[in-house]
């Protein structure tokens, strides 16, 4: 499996990525707002992009479909409850089913909260890799205004929890230094996360680090939920939190928090 991650250095901020089979040269292209540069670089690889991935319906997701389609032929595949939204879909999804892009098969996991719905791509590669969109961001998780917060955690705690440790990942959005400046003001002991925001400030979006899902249990604040200097800050600004609250509410507080951060 082939990937090309593509930094596109607009106001949202987006990666979108190519997921290329070695032996077929066929590519799927994830969330291509900037549809050009998503097609420029698949030219310069000698790829054929066959098919569009949209994780779900938002505009700086969707908005490159056209413009590929027109350049490519390729293919537009998104939520069976989204494509309607979208338009222009050619496959609805559904969990479970699976994505075959040359001899390359990618899982389709149906993951709502950030909207109803969504879904995150998973290879099962020696290397497991999951394309996320905005359902779990580097350090951070996505914002639920259009969603349901408590279907967030759902989808953490049953889907993403289950991941192997070495899943490496791939998100809609580069907001690491801001999602680990976060996790510290609720966590200011995480060394780990400190550790990285120093190697962040300042640096190019564009070399930032992939992380794996081991990475992001040691950095990322809604997967740290037990964590006990989480909890205490926690409390500090929810004085009604129980001593030991449950995951689900340090979450949704989390969430809450985060919203206005």
């Not at 097609?39 to 997701?61: C, F, M, P, V, Y």
């Not at 996505?142 to 993403?160: A, M, V």
């Not at 990322?220 to 964590?227: A, E, H, P, Q, V």
Request: hydrophobic residues 40%; glycine residues 6%; aromatic residues 8%.
């Amino acid at each position: 499996m082939l990937i090309e991650r593509i930094w596109t250095g607009n106001a949202y901020r987006n990666f979108h990525y190519l997921v290329a089979c070695p032996e077929t040269a066929e590519a799927l292209a994830v969330d291509p707002l900037e549809w050009q540069l998503c097609w420029d670089a698949a030219r310069s690889k000698g790829w054929r992009i066959t098919q569009i991935l949209n994780t779900h319906e938002h505009r700086d997701h969707t908005g490159g479909n056209a413009g590929l389609v027109a350049a490519t032929g390729a293919k537009v595949l998104a939520h069976a409850r989204a494509a309607g939204r979208i338009g222009g879909v050619d496959r609805g999804l559904s969990a479970g089913e699976v994505i075959r892009v040359g001899r390359l098969e990618l899982e389709c996991l149906d993951t709502p909260g950030h909207t109803f719905s969504h879904v995150c791509l998973l290879a099962h590669a020696q290397t497991p890799a999951l394309f996320s969109g905005d359902t779990l961001f580097n350090a951070g998780a996505g914002n639920c205004h259009d969603g349901d917060p408590q279907r967030l955690y759902e989808t953490f705690s049953r889907i993403l929890a289950r991941l192997p440790d070495a899943t490496r990942i791939y998100p809609g959005h580069e907001y690491l230094a801001r999602n680990l400046e976060f996790t510290l003001d609720r966590e200011p002991d995480n060394d780990a996360a400190r550790a990285l925001l120093a190697r962040m400030r300042n640096a190019d979006p564009a070399a930032a680090p992939v992380t794996t899902l081991a990475d992001e249990r040691c950095i990322n604040t809604f997967l740290r939920l037990s964590s006990p200097s989480l909890i205490e800050r926690l409390r500090a600004s929810f004085p009604a939190l129980q001593a030991r609250p449950d995951e689900r509410t340090v979450f949704l507080r989390l969430r809450e928090l985060r919203n206005r951060w």
